[in-house]
């Protein structure tokens, strides 16, 4: 089982940035796909970014251009660097495993406590 810890959340402005990670332990951290997921109040959780063990990547139409998915197998952590932030983005963010990008939805998997990122002026 892997145990997942996210980070980077916060306040910011529309039109800034932030940069959440997601520390893993307990398992084999380069043999697991990993995504990003978002809740907003009132909404079902959904898949924003995914990336593969090999470093693939896929986005949520909405984040394309915006976000981007990158992973250290090396520090067991992944990434999503989020720009030009929009109101919309704004969520409780969790980070998730599973076994590939195409089954993360309906994979079991591991979940996050998540990280609130909230984009306001």
């Known amino acids: 089982q892997v145990q997942l810890v996210e980070s980077g959340g916060g306040l910011v402005q529309p039109g800034g940035s932030l940069r959440l990670s997601c520390s893993a332990s307990?398992?084999?951290?380069?043999?697991?796909?990993m995504g990003w997921y978002r809740q907003a109040p009132g909404k079902r959780r959904e898949l924003v970014a995914a990336?593969?063990?090999?470093?693939?990547?896929d986005y949520k139409d909405s984040v394309k251009g915006r976000f981007t998915i990158s992973r250290d197998n090396a520090k067991n952590t992944v990434y999503l660097q989020m720009n030009s932030l929009k109101p919309e983005d704004t969520a409780v963010y969790y980070c998730?495993?599973?076994?590939?990008?195409?089954?993360?939805?309906?994979?079991?998997?591991?979940w996050g406590q998540g990280t609130q990122v909230t984009v306001s002026s």
């Open positions: 307990g398992s084999i951290f380069s043999n697991k796909a």
């Open positions: 998730k495993t599973g076994a590939t990008i195409a089954t993360m939805s309906v994979d079991s998997g591991s």
């Open positions: 990336i593969s063990r090999g470093g693939s990547a």
